[in-house]
């Protein structure tokens, strides 16, 4: 630790001046330990598809602890590590770019799982009693319906793609250790179709599914859009995450869209009450209630959805009446009647982002911030979309009221 320590000088100073403003001004941090930015170093030795990296993020993870948990209190280890594994492992479409088919993608999740766990142990051991924070990691899910609701092979189709995309992750980490009995028989059989001596799925031993065992203190979801889900055979063998769940996955043409981005709020509160009927009641059997539902919806500040100050009123006036909801988020009004009605234990809130920033494989293109950023000014000046002048109404009426 005092190695590392002194190589990141530069990097503690400048997070413990991030961390110490941000209470200063009365902002609760949330700290994600890894948004997909892997070392190098690390990528030479394996990157995720090496069980070796489990031990490097303990370390990495319990560096963090030590230097800032005595003021932040709550913690994700890996964003969105389903994605992660699919797009950077499987696809190949995010770095390090080169596609394992049906391989990579399901061995750097075996080992995101298990550098997760590893870490939620060293802070509940070494960091809990003093520091008294909350650790989970954040998984992406967008809402899947049947394509045809009265199709059966559909509606078994829509349940595998929430099984292989929300639940590979949720089930080991909130249930019992272990991936979903779907996900193993389907990948089996498509393993044997395909000529493989086994399962490409790796197995957790009986001491690794008891290690992974309600590794999480609340449950953190990212939602940005919905899509439909058709049965597609793979009577081929094809290789791949989606054929091995034998779907198509696609949106509804009648939706309104801003580059792949759907706008179907509806489809946020039956994500909530599929966790809540299916996850949340095993968190409040491990921790004896429900700490916290941390839920980060990403690119839907209506009004800033890539268009410039100035330049929103005919292209919002149509995104906002579609979803019927005045300003700023179309999520807020499902997300509510989820706690009012279906008694989700939402209790906790992000809007990404607060400025447009870099979007990946989009670059600067996708605007997602409450403050429009000129990248191409040195100084780079912001200025508030509409969203944040209406988001800020919300937070000081605390609630929708006078909103809608």
């Known amino acids: 630790m005092g190695e590392m320590e002194c190589c990141c000088g530069n990097g503690i100073d400048y997070y413990n001046k991030m961390i110490d403003d941000l209470l200063a001004n009365r902002i609760t941090p949330i700290v994600t330990l890894y948004h997909f930015d892997l070392p190098q170093t690390l990528e030479d030795q394996g990157g995720w598809l090496s069980d070796t990296i489990i031990e490097s993020f303990d370390e990495y993870a319990q560096f963090c602890f030590k230097m800032f948990g005595d003021r932040v209190k709550q913690w994700i280890t890996i964003n ?25 993608g399901y061995q750097a999740a075996h080992n995101l799982i298990k550098a997760h766990a590893r870490a939620w142990h060293s802070y509940d051991s070494l960091f809990r009693k003093e520091q008294k924070g909350l650790v ?32 590979f992750f949720a089930k080991p980490i909130f249930i019992d250790g272990d991936y979903p009995e779907v996900v193993k028989s389907q990948i089996a059989s498509m393993s044997k179709k395909q000529g493989y001596p086994s399962s490409r799925l790796p197995e957790f031993t009986e001491e690794e599914k008891r290690m992974i065992k309600g590794t999480a203190d609340f449950f953190a979801v990212q939602y940005y859009s919905s899509r439909l889900v058709k049965y597609r055979e793979n009577d081929k063998g094809e290789r791949g995450v989606l054929r ?46 429900v700490e916290a539902d941390a839920w980060q919806q990403e690119g839907y500040k209506s009004c800033s959805l890539g268009i410039p100050p100035g330049q929103d009123a005919e292209h919002r006036l149509t995104l906002l009446l579609s979803v019927s909801v005045l300003l700023p988020f179309p999520l807020l009004l499902p997300m509510e009647r989820a706690i009012q009605l279906d008694k989700v234990n939402l209790q906790l809130y992000c809007a990404w982002s607060l400025l447009d920033n870099f979007e990946w494989n989009q670059g600067y293109s996708m605007r997602f911030g409450f403050f429009h950023v000129d990248f191409e000014d040195l100084i ?23 909103q809608l």
């Open 244 to 289: 091995d769940v034998e779907m198509d996955i696609f949106p509804d043409p009648a939706w309104i869209s801003v580059d792949w981005v759907y706008v179907v709020p509806w489809g946020i509160r039956k994500l909530l009450k599929y966790i809540k009927q299916d996850v949340i009641k095993v968190i409040e059997d491990f921790t004896g209630s």
């Open 80 to 104: 969105e590590p389903n994605m992660f594994a699919l797009l950077a492992y499987d696809l190949g479409a995010f770095p390090p770019g080169v596609p394992h088919l049906g391989t990579g």
């Open 380 to 402: 780079r000046p912001r200025v508030p979309y509409t969203s944040a002048k209406e988001y800020a109404k919300v937070i000081r009426n605390n609630g929708l009221e006078g």
């Open 136 to 167: 989970s990691l954040a998984l992406f899910c967008g809402w899947v319906e049947p394509a045809d609701p009265n199709s059966v092979s559909d509606q078994e189709a829509a349940k595998r793609a929430l099984a292989f995309h929300l639940d």
